[in-house]
T-cell receptor, first 111, second 114 residues
Framework: AQSVTQLDSHVSVSEGTPVLLRCNYSSSYSPSLFWYVQHPNKGLQLLLKYTSAATLVKGINGFEAEFKKSETSFHLTKPSAHMSDAAEYFCGGGGSYIPTFGRGTSLIVHP | DTGVSQDPRHKITKRGQNVTFRCDPISEHNRLYWYRQTLGQGPEFLTYFQNEAQLEKSRLLSDRFSAERPKGSFSTLEIQRTEQGDSAMYLC????????????FGPGTRLTVL
């Protein structure tokens, strides 16, 4: 079975500074991982997904994530935060069967 | 709008009443998923369909929960004899059959049980 753990419930950054949202996974086999974003009153939107083709995955809106097997991590990063990035972010996994999501990290962006 | 739609967006009901939610997926998508999301948690998988076949329903929370997709298009999720603990956001998502991960989510139905 595959599970994910989001290490921070809230992350606060200033506009223009880097963003790091942490996610660790546990899997007995090659994992399938993804990040979704949820803005208030909107549906979840896929940011990026890891498919084993490349360890560094680029997503939408300037986000990227690096799959590190040795650390069992799939952290989400962005070089420079924008006010519009303020939202809830969910790490998840689950290749061909039941998708599982982490508890979410709320990203707060200060002007 | 060609995205996933859900109806109603909000539902307030009294304990013991039955409620039914509808989800209209993106038309080309064969797979349809239902999730529950409570405050401070990520989406919790409930069930999914491929076309009209319900391929996984062991995660439905109790026998009070049921879902249908009779013609392989829209789906309904019914909760019978609602309880206060059922209060949550119910999310629907759809995808092509080739990938579970690229799911497109609807805005959700927020259920409040008084």
């Amino acid at each position: 079975a595959q599970s994910v753990t989001q290490l921070d419930s809230h992350v606060s950054v200033s506009e223009g500074t880097p963003v790091l949202l942490r996610c660790n996974y546990s899997s007995s086999y090659s994992p399938s991982l993804f990040w979704y974003v949820q803005h208030p009153n909107k549906g979840l939107q896929l940011l990026l997904k890891y498919t084993s083709a490349a360890t560094l995955v680029k997503g939408i809106n300037g986000f990227e994530a690096e799959f590190k097997k040795s650390e069992t991590s799939f952290h989400l990063t962005k070089p420079s935060a924008h006010m519009s990035d303020a939202a809830e972010y969910f790490c998840g996994g689950g290749g061909s069967y039941i998708p599982t999501f982490g508890r979410g990290t709320s990203l707060i962006v200060h002007p | 709008d060609t995205g996933v739609s859900q109806d109603p967006r909000h539902k307030i009901t009294k304990r013991g009443q039955n409620v039914t939610f509808r989800c209209d997926p993106i038309s080309e998508h064969n797979r349809l998923y239902w999730y529950r999301q409570t405050l401070g948690q990520g989406p919790e998988f409930l069930t999914y369909f491929q076309n009209e076949a319900q391929l996984e329903k062991s995660r439905l929370l109790s026998d009070r929960f049921s879902a249908e997709r009779p013609k392989g298009s829209f789906s309904t999720l019914e909760i019978q004899r609602t309880e206060q603990g059922d209060s949550a956001m119910y999310l629907c998502a759809s995808s092509f059959p080739s990938s579970h991960n690229e799911q497109f989510f609807g805005p959700g139905t927020r259920l409040t049980v008084l």
